[in-house]
């Protein structure tokens, strides 16, 4: 079966590595710029969609951010991805938000909390989907202001359910992640789930994110293949790595080219892998473009993607019973097309 944009667009899919803020469309960028009266360093998104590296995509990220004020402003940027995630297929997500980026300019967590989670429940009545959010804390900032978030965000209402893990993302190299190690396991304790960037730099911050923070997941990770024994003990313990090829390229330049990438030797040494977006709108690729590159990279055959697509619902953090409805579904889909 080829693997066509058109194909995968209309099968069911489960991304578990999306930022909300790297989904916000250029137009609502730029509409909520004139509104709020905030100065863009550009007059074409296309020019400030552009990154040199990763500290470079994050001051992009920031200067998206800084056009977010008001509950309103987060809702409609929450409504709206949600509705780009089903209009490419996406039947659940577990999305990334980042507080830093918000607080630092002096936005109430509230107005965050309230305008993201009215814009989800709006978007979801209409598509149906399923949202799940996870709070990454910014990993160089330390532990301090990572516990002040989680704090925040866990005492805040959440009738819905919709806030299910933490994070760490940011800057990798240089980060002491074993200082986050307190923080991560008050989190479990409050019911959240782990889940960390890492192995962009280096293999390093993939065993910390495992072995000291306790993570089930692991954002992007393609470096831990450095390390046989890490990536042997990962598999053995079933950690699953959210994958963003294009990210590694286009962002942290982890690879030259998409053909590079570790994913087949990640599969070789029985990684568990799911393959995402990381920041669609920032990247202008979503999901399905993601499916669709791996394959005609030569990273994986149709039926390894298909594997990996319905593989993602074991990964993702739902309940149980829910989980094996959405394997059931996804596994009926998939197995129609190969
Ligand atoms: N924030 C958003 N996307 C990110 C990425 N790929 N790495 C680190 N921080 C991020
Ligand atoms: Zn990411």
């Given at each position: 079966m080829t693997v066509t944009l058109e194909v995968v667009r209309a099968l069911p899919k489960i991304e578990l590595h999306r930022h909300l803020e790297g989904t916000v469309r250029p137009g609502t960028v730029h509409a909520l710029a004139v509104a709020n009266g905030i100065d863009l360093p550009v007059d074409d998104m296309r020019t400030l969609y552009t990154y040199r590296d990763l500290r470079h995509f994050l001051d992009v990220y920031e200067t998206v951010c800084s056009t977010l004020v008001s509950p309103a402003d987060f809702h409609r940027i929450a409504y709206e991805s949600v509705h780009d995630a089903a209009a490419t297929g996406i039947v659940h997500t577990e999305m990334f938000f980042t507080p830093h980026v918000h607080l630092s300019r002096g936005v109430p967590a509230a107005h965050v909390w309230d305008g993201i989670t009215a814009g989800l429940r709006d978007g979801i009545a209409e598509t149906g989907i399923g949202v799940r959010m996870i709070m990454d804390c910014t990993?160089?900032?330390?532990?301090a202001l990572a516990q002040i978030e989680l704090d925040l965000f866990t005492s805040l209402p959440d009738p819905d359910g919709f806030l299910v893990g933490i994070g760490g993302d940011g800057?990798?190299?240089?980060?002491?992640?074993?200082?986050l190690a307190p923080v991560f396991a008050e989190a479990a304790r409050r019911g959240l789930r782990r889940t960390y960037h890492a192995?962009?730099?280096?293999?390093r911050s993939v065993a910390d994110a495992i072995?000291?923070?306790?993570?089930e997941r692991v954002d992007h990770?393609?470096?831990?293949?450095?390390?046989p024994a890490l990536a042997a003990e990962a598999a053995d313990r079933g950690i699953v790595f959210t994958l963003c090829p294009s990210s590694d390229v286009l962002?942290?330049?982890?690879?030259?080219?998409?053909?590079?990438?570790s994913l087949p030797r990640m599969l070789e040494a029985g990684l568990h892998v799911t393959v995402n977006s990381d920041d669609p709108a920032m990247l202008g690729r979503d999901i399905s473009d993601e499916y669709v590159t791996v394959v005609e990279q030569g990273l994986v055959t149709a039926e390894q993607l298909r594997d990996i697509a319905v593989g993602a619902a074991d990964a993702c953090w739902l309940p149980d019973a829910d989980k094996t409805a959405l394997r059931g579904r996804m596994t009926a889909a998939w197995s129609a097309f190969c």
């Open positions: 990993k160089f900032l330390g532990p800057i990798e190299a240089g980060v002491d992640d074993a200082a192995g962009e730099f280096s293999a072995r000291v923070l306790g993570c990770g393609p470096l831990v293949v450095e390390d962002i942290s330049q982890v690879y030259p080219s998409v053909r590079e990438h």
